[in-house]
């Protein structure tokens, strides 16, 4: 497989940007629900809320390449090919799980600086894109958290979507974006 895509499969680097990107997603949704174990103001709570904030970054900069990516590499096409309705759904939960991927870390980003708590990223500190704002901070704060439940939405339709084309429509939809071993075993 190369790293471009290809004529009925996604390459190497679509591949790699799109399940590393989820496993992040993920790992981020885990660890934001996992600071509620911890007391308010205890050290493993902020702990854990610097990992959410740190797989967040990870996201925004792997979402910037993967759209970058996207933007040169077309995706191969759907084989047999969707209806127009189809096609036209598949493309606007796409562009709202970019634009959702690209604005969470974002707002995550701007409600730290605004509520007063300059984030660093791997060590390094953060430019301050704004000052401090506690009322500003909290509607962010607000929108951040409404945009990260939109996006457990998406995940969700995005999965059931893959299953819902491959046992139910049985197009490619879904062996076009796993690794070409397991895409071998469940193909038909």
Same mark, same amino acid.
């Given at each position: 497989?190369?790293?471009?895509?290809?004529?009925?499969?996604?390459?190497?680097?679509?591949?790699?940007?799109?399940?590393? =990107?989820?496993?992040?997603?993920?790992?981020?949704?885990?660890?934001?629900?996992? *600071?509620?174990?911890?007391?308010?103001?205890? +050290?493993?709570? +902020?702990?854990?809320?610097? =990992? *959410?904030?740190?797989?967040?970054?990870?996201?925004?900069?792997?979402?910037?390449?993967?759209?970058? #990516?996207?933007?040169?590499?077309?995706?191969?096409?759907?084989? $047999?090919? $969707?209806?127009? #309705?189809?096609?036209?759904?598949?493309?606007?939960?796409?562009?709202?799980?970019?634009?959702? &991927?690209?604005?969470?870390?974002? @707002?995550?980003?701007?409600? @730290?600086?605004?509520?007063?708590?300059?984030?660093?990223?791997?060590? &390094? $500190?953060? $430019?301050?894109?704004?000052? +401090?704002?506690?009322?500003?901070?909290?509607?962010?704060?607000?929108?951040? +958290? @409404?945009?990260?439940? =939109?996006?457990? #939405?998406?995940?969700?339709?995005?999965?059931?979507?893959?299953?819902?084309?491959?046992?139910?429509?049985?197009?490619?939809?879904?062996?076009?974006?796993?690794?070409? #071993?397991?895409?071998?075993?469940?193909?038909?």
């Amino acid at each position: 497989m190369g790293l471009r895509n290809e004529a009925r499969r996604y390459g190497s680097a679509a591949l790699w940007l799109h399940w590393t =990107i989820a496993l992040l997603v993920i790992a981020a949704l885990v660890f934001i629900e996992l *600071h509620g174990l911890y007391p308010k103001g205890s +050290e493993a709570r +902020e702990a854990v809320k610097q =990992i *959410h904030f740190q797989l967040g970054m990870l996201v925004l900069l792997l979402m910037l390449a993967r759209l970058a #990516w996207r933007l040169g590499n077309p995706p191969p096409p759907i084989t $047999p090919a $969707p209806r127009p #309705w189809e096609a036209f759904l598949a493309r606007l939960v796409h562009v709202f799980f970019y634009a959702a &991927l690209l604005a969470l870390p974002l @707002l995550g980003l701007a409600s @730290l600086q605004a509520s007063g708590k300059p984030p660093s990223f791997l060590g &390094l $500190p953060l $430019p301050a894109l704004m000052a +401090e704002d506690k009322a500003l901070g909290k509607s962010l704060k607000g929108a951040h +958290e @409404l945009i990260g439940n =939109i996006v457990i #939405w998406l995940i969700v339709l995005h999965v059931v979507a893959g299953f819902w084309h491959h046992l139910v429509r049985r197009d490619d939809t879904l062996l076009r974006m796993l690794p070409a #071993w397991l895409a071998r075993r469940l193909g038909r």
